[in-house]
T-cell receptor, first 113, second 112 residues
Framework: NAGVTQTPKFRVLKTGQSMTLLCAQD?????MYWYRQDPGMGLRLIHY???????AKGEVPDGYNVSRLKKQNFLLGLESAAPSQTSVYFC????????????FGPGTRLTVL | RKEVEQDPGPFNVPEGATVAFNCTYS??????FFWYRQDCRKEPKLLMS???SGNEDGRFTAQLNRASQYISLLIRDSKLSDSATYLC?????????????FGAGTRLTVKP
């Protein structure tokens, strides 16, 4: 099992460009999450999904959109990238149930110039 | 006040030492608590859940103090391989168990 994978691993964008980050999991997990991690701030939840076709806002959703068309995939979109979105993005998944362990992907390092 | 706060460290300890970290949380009704470990430039991984009665896993002990709203992690007999950043995670949204908050992490370096 590959677990949680993320594509791409690195990306450099110019301000105003758009891009989509792809997250895939092969553990048949219901829940999927997108986080960003910035120095000194820990991980912050951007959006999450509790099942195929559903999404919800997290702590810092502005400037991002998500889609979960298939259970195993969770896409994070940046429509018009800004330098403030320079960060490391982690995707995670977990099974149903309160307090379930979250399994993380290896992260995507995004720089917006 | 931040929802989840940790001392960023760094904690520099010799091999074999005992070290403890605390993490405070703001919502007194929070129900789920965890410690995750994150190695440099890697993804976080679950170290252990924190139960009301406290729990132990080998050299690691986690405890919850609801009255003072903090959780703790104790590492005994530190190993070089324990060097990492330790993240405290708390469920702060009681209407949504998936809405977790991560602390900024406490960095630990274990030296020979």
């Amino acid at each position: 099992n590959a677990g949680v994978t993320q594509t791409p691993k690195f990306r450099v964008l110019k301000t105003g460009q758009s891009m989509t980050l792809l997250c895939a999991q092969d553990m048949n997990h219901e829940y999927m999450y997108w986080y960003r991690q910035d120095p000194g701030m820990g991980l912050r939840l951007i959006h999450y999904s509790v099942g195929e076709g559903t999404t919800a806002k997290g702590e810092v959703p502005d400037g991002y959109n998500v889609s979960r068309l298939k259970k195993q995939n969770f896409l994070l979109g940046l429509e018009s990238a800004a330098p403030s979105q320079t960060s490391v993005y982690f995707c995670a998944s977990s099974r149903l149930g309160r307090g379930a362990e979250q399994f993380f992907g290896p992260g995507t390092r995004l720089t917006v110039l | 006040r931040k929802e989840v706060e940790q001392d960023p460290g760094p904690f520099n300890v010799p091999e074999g030492a005992t070290v403890a970290f605390n993490c405070t949380y703001s919502n007194s009704a929070s129900q789920s608590f965890f410690w995750y470990r994150q190695d440099c430039r890697k993804e976080p991984k679950l170290l252990m859940s924190v139960y009301s009665s406290g729990n132990e896993d080998g050299r690691f002990t986690a405890q919850l103090n609801r009255a003072s709203q903090y959780i703790s992690l104790l590492i005994r007999d530190s190993k070089l391989s324990d060097s990492a950043t330790y993240l405290c995670v708390v469920n702060v949204n009681l209407r949504d168990n998936n809405d977790m908050r991560f602390g900024a992490g406490t960095r630990l370096t274990v030296k020979p």
